[in-house]
């Protein structure tokens, strides 16, 4: 047992995951490991089922089957303790637009219980490191997308987690945005040793920063490996190669939900109003 | 407990800082006072009831209070569409203690709207009878105001959009409302009319409101608490409930 432990210390273990909303599987008999430390890329076409399995681990959504330990707790049984260990990015926008960016911090390290007598510091420390410490004054509804999602991150990483998820960070930012984003991710990897489960849809990305790959397709994992490995196993120049190769060409659809079609309502109608 | 602190301060942070919200949710109570007050006013005096405007008061400040705390619970739905939930629901924090935090909160702005109103129509000729029972008079209004917060809660728990909100205010605000003796007096109504203001927890929150306000009740204090108490209780573990199995 203690040998078992020492030669694959994995802080996230997932079995026989799956998921199914009435009688479709968005995630489907998925199995997959990822290491203390490491920086871990879940890849896969719109609607693979990557942010499905993100929000079973989170404890937003409970599976239909399967078993998953993060840092050694059930998110469908014991969601206290998973919930301490680990910090999330959203793919939509989760802060609280009518609040400035110190309250949003600051509304986050009460729920977390970050001491008192470290709360401030602590959270100066943060928005520091995103570059938004100038700007903490502010209502979020005045920031630019990059600048949201620089927050999202500190808040993420505000009570110190184990695991931080990042399901696609850099989705609709500048390419100077996602250079920084992505020297933070790695930095915080390389410093403070957190690991990074994250999804994102630009291969080149995941080739940059990711220690190991798992490429997700229909619900199921089709291949598993550092980018090296996928590379080499297809004879692809580039992983977006290695990429095509085991999900093919076909575009996928992905089916509107009420909700998407409410927040395009009310997009359209915040622009009508002007703001 | 800190965590329903921050949840408190969070809605009337966000409340005061939307003042075209202040201003909105303040005209319709206001257009209600005024029209029906001085419209209605003749007739009910010379039905040898008294002033109008003194009856109407109370039942406009519990209006008041219905509207804005069901519109907190329903606002779940809101910040299930700005993904601001997610936040809340992924934090190592009791569901009971969200809800409790938001429900207070909702509360607290129900509180201040309803006494917005109640300035107001102090200038409309409103007298109150026993300044003492003013005490008295803001618990009836936290106990409503935590009722009907529960209640939204509970229904936005359920709902994935805004879809159903029409529906929700046309066939259970409106009928609240207007069937709960805001407007006219309980005594001598017909038999259904009776039942149904009888089951409607309003008619016991605006009841207690006119005792305190101008010391005349249909129930009684302390029928008119029992009720908004035990079931402003059994809809906040039901809201609880049913918040707690949400997921996004």
């Known amino acids: 047992m203690n040998e078992a432990y020492s030669k694959n210390d994995n802080i996230i273990q997932v079995r026989n995951l799956t998921k199914k909303f009435k009688d479709f599987a968005a995630v489907d008999d998925v199995s997959f490991d990822v290491q203390r430390g490491e920086i871990f890329a879940f890849l896969g076409p719109n609607g693979a089922g990557k942010t499905t399995t993100i929000k079973m681990l989170t404890t937003l959504l409970n599976p239909t089957s399967g078993e998953m330990l993060l840092d050694g707790f059930d998110p469908a049984r014991e969601q206290h303790d998973v919930r301490r260990s680990f910090g999330i990015v959203f793919q939509d926008a989760s802060l609280d637009d009518e609040l400035t960016a110190y309250e949003n911090m600051y509304f986050h390290a009460v729920i977390y219980k970050i001491p008192k007598a470290t709360r401030k510091a602590r959270i100066e420390e943060m928005l520091k490191f995103v570059q938004l410490w100038e700007r903490r004054g502010d209502q979020v509804k005045f920031f630019s997308g990059g600048m949201k999602r620089r927050l999202e991150i500190a808040r993420g990483l505000l009570h110190l987690p184990k695991i931080l998820f990042l399901d696609e960070p850099t989705l609709g930012l500048d390419p100077q945005t996602r250079n920084l984003i992505w020297e933070h991710i790695k930095d915080l990897n390389k410093h403070e040793r957190i690991t990074v489960f994250l999804t994102t849809h630009i291969m080149e990305e995941a080739d940059r920063v990711a220690d190991k790959v798992a490429i997700i397709d229909h619900g199921r994992i089709v291949a598993q490996g550092t980018p090296r490995e996928l590379k080499d196993r297809t004879g692809s120049a580039t992983l977006e190669e290695a990429f095509l190769v085991y999900t093919g060409k076909t575009i996928r659809e992905e089916e509107a939900t009420g909700l998407d079609n409410m927040r395009m309502a009310s997009k359209m109608w915040t622009r009508r109003a002007g703001r | ?248």
């Open chain 2, 1 to 248: 407990m800190s965590a329903v602190y921050i949840l408190w301060l969070r809605q009337l942070k966000r409340y005061f800082r939307s003042k075209s919200r202040i201003v909105g949710a303040l005209g319709q109570p206001l257009l209600f006072l005024f029209a029906l007050g001085f419209g209605f006013g003749p007739i009910y005096q010379q039905a040898g009831q008294g002033d109008y405007i003194q009856f109407l008061v109370p039942g406009i400040m519990a209006m008041t209070i219905l509207f804005t705390s069901m519109f907190t619970g329903i606002e779940i739905i809101w910040d299930r569409q700005f993904g601001f939930l997610k936040e809340t629901l992924v934090a190592p924090v009791s569901r009971y203690h969200i809800m409790l935090g938001r429900s207070l909160g909702g509360a607290t702005i129900a509180i201040f709207q309803g006494l917005v109103v109640f300035s107001i129509s102090l200038f409309a000729g409103f007298k109150v009878e026993n300044w003492l029972m003013a005490p008295v008079a803001i618990v009836f209004m936290f106990l409503t105001a935590m009722l009907f917060t529960a209640l939204g809660t509970a229904i936005a728990s359920l709902l994935e959009d805004m879809q159903g909100f029409q529906l929700i205010m046309n066939f259970l605000i409106m009928p609240t409302f207007f069937l709960s003796g805001a407007l006219f007096p309980l005594d001598g109504l017909p038999g259904v009319l009776t039942y149904i203001t009888m089951f409607n927890p309003l008619s016991y929150g605006v009841d207690a409101l006119r005792g305190a306000l101008i010391g005349a009740t249909h129930f009684g204090f302390l029928v008119d608490f029992a009720v908004l108490g035990i079931s402003g209780t059994i809809l906040l573990f039901i809201g609880g409930y049913l918040f707690s199995k949400v997921q996004v």
